[in-house]
């Protein structure tokens, strides 16, 4: 049987760019109507093209991944990479040695001060706690690739669901806690690598 390969998620240069032209519509809407008669309607060719710019600034580090096939989730044998996100988390490499589970879960993300909005989410165990963790935003996560890998790589490690949380910090680095339950439960006897650690009890 053959080995799984390593899998790799890319950013999308097709999606970025489908992504570009739809928010790019208005701002081209409104240039087309000063162009159709420069002399009296330039206000709209000045707003579409001020609107165009700041889309483009917004979207340039985006662009800029996508130009570039810049990974957003890789599972070889160096261990997971977690790329950047929507949400301003930057890249992390987090090495098997220090990987007990790799695990995809659901999430509510705070938007503003009263919005919610729920996210799937991959991310690494460690010491009990999920302790990196990146938005599944503008791409689609294979299960049982990414499973496959993981067996395959990971020295022991498990790729598993972790429970819900009800809402996830949005700062860059904070580590989500997991039922010491859940631990217990989805540890393999035959893992070459000890059970995890509850966080708070001895070793």
């Known amino acids: ?3 799984a390969p390593p899998y790799e998620v890319r950013q999308s240069r097709l999606r970025t760019a489908l ?23 330039y206000p709209f060719f000045l707003a579409g093209l001020a609107f165009g ?13 996508a130009v570039h096939r810049e990974p957003l989730f890789v599972i070889d044998e ?3 990479h977690l790329g950047p996100d ?3 988390r930057p890249a992390k490499h987090e090495p098997w040695p220090g990987i007990e589970f790799v ?5 509510m993300e705070r938007m503003t001060d009263i919005e919610l909005r729920n996210h799937r989410y991959v991310g690494v165990v460690r010491g009990g706690r999920v302790v990196t963790f990146r ?13 496959a890998a993981v067996d395959r790589f990971g020295g022991g490690a498990s790729f598993a669901e972790a429970p819900a949380h009800s809402e996830v910090p949005n700062k860059w680095y904070f580590p989500l806690a997991l039922p ?22 001895a070793r």
């Open 86 to 88: 929507a949400f301003g």
């Open 19 to 41: 992504r570009l032209a739809l928010y790019s519509l208005l701002p081209v809407l409104f240039m087309a109507v000063g162009l159709w008669d420069l002399s009296e309607r």
């Open 180 to 201: 010491p339950g859940w631990l217990a439960a989805h540890s393999q006897p035959d893992d070459r690598r000890p059970p995890p650690a509850v966080p708070g009890t």
């Open 78 to 80: 160096q261990g997971v």
């Open 53 to 65: 710019a700041v889309i483009a600034a917004l979207m340039f580090k985006r662009i800029r991944s």
């Open 103 to 107: 695990v995809h879960f659901t999430g």
């Open 135 to 147: 938005a599944v935003s503008g791409w689609r996560l294979n299960v049982n690739r990414a499973a």
């Open 1 to 3: 049987m053959a080995q």
